[in-house]
């Protein structure tokens, strides 16, 4: 079975273009909102991303829309707890694939992580 986990120098969650997101205001509460918008850089970009590296600058601190976690996606996408290894998968292959690629060096390494 394939498992759920966050791979270090993909960054495609990273990639918060407004545009490319026009349901933001469904699952985020205004406040949230105006938070999300004050991250979204160059090219659709989060500003804390590390270009280089490609990490995180506020791992440890960044906001709750940015956090993998039963709790969050139940209240904001109504994900019950035993669908969340499933739905974050086929999340983060999708933004992966819209990134990078179905075929790039990130998607390979993904799927090679969670056991696809």
Not at 24 to 29: A, F, P, T, V
């Amino acid at each position: 079975m394939a498992t759920w986990q966050c791979i270090k120098n993909c960054g495609a969650c990273c990639n918060l273009n407004p545009e490319e997101r026009p349901d933001l205001d469904l699952y985020l509460n205004p406040e949230e909102l105006e938070e999300y918008l004050s991250m979204v850089g160059e090219g659709g970009w989060c500003i804390n991303l590390d270009q280089e590296t490609r990490e995180c600058q506020i791992y440890e601190k960044r906001p709750r829309f940015c956090r993998v976690q039963s709790d969050v996606f139940e209240e904001m996408y109504g994900i019950e707890p035993e669908e969340l290894n499933d739905f974050a998968i086929d999340c983060c292959r999708q933004q992966i694939e819209g990134v990078y690629g179905d075929r790039s060096l990130e998607m390979l390494r993904f799927d090679k992580a969670v056991g696809i």
